[in-house]
């Protein structure tokens, strides 16, 4: 079943009764079954939720997203005990081997620079050299091919000089909107596969709870390049309004493409979480990623 996201951006309670989420705002009330839920966003700092409903939408594997000033996703509550097996699969991630993980991280970074590729070819209307540098791309990404991809890409991506960076300007807002979604997508896909996502498997800062999603969000990634492209050609906005962010949600319920059949991106961050887990247990050999475009 595909799952919903809801967007709260003003003064709101939000409570649950009978395994409905209520959210009630000074001119309306509605609600919704909690199972539909898959994010909740919260982007307002008038917004009582009670700890009884943040149990009942954890428990039902609802990734709920707290939201800074800037209207930035900030913080992330996530089931802990969303597999049966977690400390044996733990077990199993502490352990992987080097050369496993430097596989593993040339697979992910060989799709990001392939779907970078794709997806520049469609903007620019123009060859790129994407899939021969995704071809010399070694185990462990040791010649840092992602790095000589980046550099192309953002050069070529907007018609504007650009700069991709964290806390940069329009459109690095946007980005920063989109990623952050992403990444609480990939980190609930992770969880549910009982991972740990402190973990990664080329991501080592110390202070990163989210290791292991920012690791398997990167071939992603252009999936929110391509929706703030979208927007902007069709959005004067240079702000985070309500529409704009509703665009970048959208991202997690768009169509991506595997072998034998299509789901959405929020499904097949399961897929690819799921093999993940696999290749871990030595199930497999290969992350299963989703084609991004038919």
């Given at each position: 079943m595909l799952k919903k996201t809801v967007l709260i951006e003003r003064k709101s309670k939000v409570s649950c009764k009978n395994l409905q989420l209520i959210i009630k705002n000074e001119t309306r009330e509605g609600s919704i079954p909690i199972e539909?839920?898959?994010?909740?966003?919260i982007d307002s700092p008038e917004v009582f939720i009670s700890i009884p409903t943040l149990n009942l939408l954890i428990a039902?594997?609802?990734?709920?997203?707290?939201?800074?000033?800037?209207?930035?996703?900030?913080?992330?509550?996530?089931n802990l005990n969303s597999h049966h097996k977690q400390q044996q699969l733990f077990r199993h991630q502490i352990m992987a081997s080097l050369p496993l993980k430097?596989?593993?991280?040339?697979?992910t970074v060989i799709e990001k620079i392939k779907?970078?590729?794709?997806?520049?070819?469609?903007i620019t209307q123009q060859n790129n050299k994407f899939d021969f540098i995704a071809s010399k791309v070694l185990s462990g990404d040791t010649s840092n091919m992602e790095g000589?991809?980046?550099?192309?890409?953002?050069?070529?991506?907007?018609?504007?000089?650009?700069?991709?960076?964290r806390y940069g300007n329009y459109p690095n807002n946007f980005l920063n909107y989109g990623?952050?979604?992403?990444?609480a997508a990939?980190?609930?896909?992770l969880s549910g596969s009982g991972l740990l996502n402190t973990l990664g498997i080329h991501h080592k800062n110390k202070y990163n709870a989210f290791a292991l999603a920012d690791d398997i969000m990167e071939p992603f990634r252009p999936i929110v390049d391509e929706a703030v492209h979208f927007i902007m050609e069709h959005y004067d906005e240079q702000e985070l309004t309500t529409d704009i962010k509703s665009e970048l949600l959208k991202t997690l319920t768009r169509t991506v493409f595997f072998k034998n059949e299509k789901s959405t991106v929020m499904v097949g961050l399961q897929k690819t979480a799921s093999s993940l887990q696999q290749c871990y247990?030595?199930?497999r050999k290969k992350i299963k990623f989703p084609q991004l475009w038919n």
């Open positions: 539909d839920i898959g994010f909740i966003v039902n594997n609802a990734a709920v997203i707290i939201c800074d000033a800037s209207h930035l996703p900030n913080g992330l509550f996530l430097k596989q593993l991280w040339q697979q779907n970078q590729g794709f997806l520049l070819e469609q000589v991809a980046a550099n192309f890409y953002w050069k070529s991506f907007f018609e504007q000089d650009f700069k991709r960076e990623y952050a979604i992403l990444r990939t980190a609930r896909a247990t030595g199930h």
